[in-house]
């Protein structure tokens, strides 16, 4: 299984400012996503990044609000621009399975985000 | 509209019981489905893929059934025990690898 980690754990921010989160695998992979989880909420899928080409955003997620970088095979940031309240959830970046099937995910350990 | 849904209220069962967690959906037709555990302050944990095409899938104490006709999955966890204690998510999969999610349904074992 892949190692994922995330940058950084938590932050609170104020309304207005930008966060940027990073997310690290200690092995390349083609497919990473970013999701939210809202309190009380399921994880929403954000995007998926595939290095080499423009994320793809799901319908509700818009690249002004969510810019996501993918340099490379093993790292990708997802940036919350211009917050407010409503964006203080957990964010979670995840990569496909590396071995039993692309099908599964796994996950980093999430940043969660409070936004006053 | 699309939906997926598990129960709400945690589920407390006995140690040593059979816990069974329902996720049923609509306007979804997945060719596989999964569900994975989530522990407080956690991201999910991979735990069982189930494709449509199969009935049945099993892995040590656990077990998932997948009818395409009802759209739901039961998920099993026997002989239950303290530590598998946490919330568990149902995940279809909806095209490229994409997965959508349940909000899940707590677990809560008595020793």
């Known amino acids: 299984s892949a190692v994922i980690s995330q940058k950084p754990s938590r932050d609170i921010c104020q309304r207005g400012t930008s966060l940027t989160i990073q997310c690290q695998v200690d092995?390349?992979?083609?497919?990473m996503f970013w999701y939210r989880q809202q309190p009380g909420q399921s994880l929403t899928l954000i995007a998926t990044?595939?290095?080499?080409?423009?994320?793809?955003?799901e319908s509700g997620f818009v690249i002004d609000k969510f810019p996501i970088s993918r340099p490379n095979l093993t790292f990708s940031t997802l940036t919350v621009s211009n917050m407010s309240p409503e964006d203080s959830s957990i964010y979670l970046c995840?990569?496909?399975?590396?071995?039993?099937?692309?099908?599964?995910?796994?996950f980093g350990p999430g940043t969660r985000l409070l936004v006053l | 509209s699309q939906k997926i849904e598990q129960n709400s209220e945690a589920l407390n069962i006995q140690e040593g019981k059979t816990a069974t967690l329902t996720c049923n959906y609509t306007?979804?037709?997945?060719?596989?489905l999964q569900w994975y555990r989530q522990d407080p302050g956690r991201g999910p944990v991979f735990l069982l893929l189930?494709?449509?095409?199969?009935k049945e899938k099993r892995k040590e104490r656990l077990k998932v059934t997948f009818d395409t006709t009802l759209k739901q999955s039961l998920f099993h966890i026997t002989a239950s025990q303290p530590a598998d204690s946490a919330t568990y998510l149902c995940?279809?999969?909806?095209?490229?690898?994409?997965?959508?999610f349940g909000k899940g349904n707590q677990v809560v074992v008595i020793p």
């Open positions: 995840s990569v496909e399975g590396l071995q039993g099937g692309r099908e599964t995910q796994y």
């Open positions: 092995s390349q992979v083609t497919m």
């Open positions: 990044a595939n290095q080499g080409s423009e994320a793809t955003y």
């Open positions: 306007n979804y037709s997945p060719a596989y």
């Open positions: 189930i494709r449509e095409n199969e």
């Open positions: 995940a279809l999969e909806y095209g490229n690898n994409r997965l959508a």
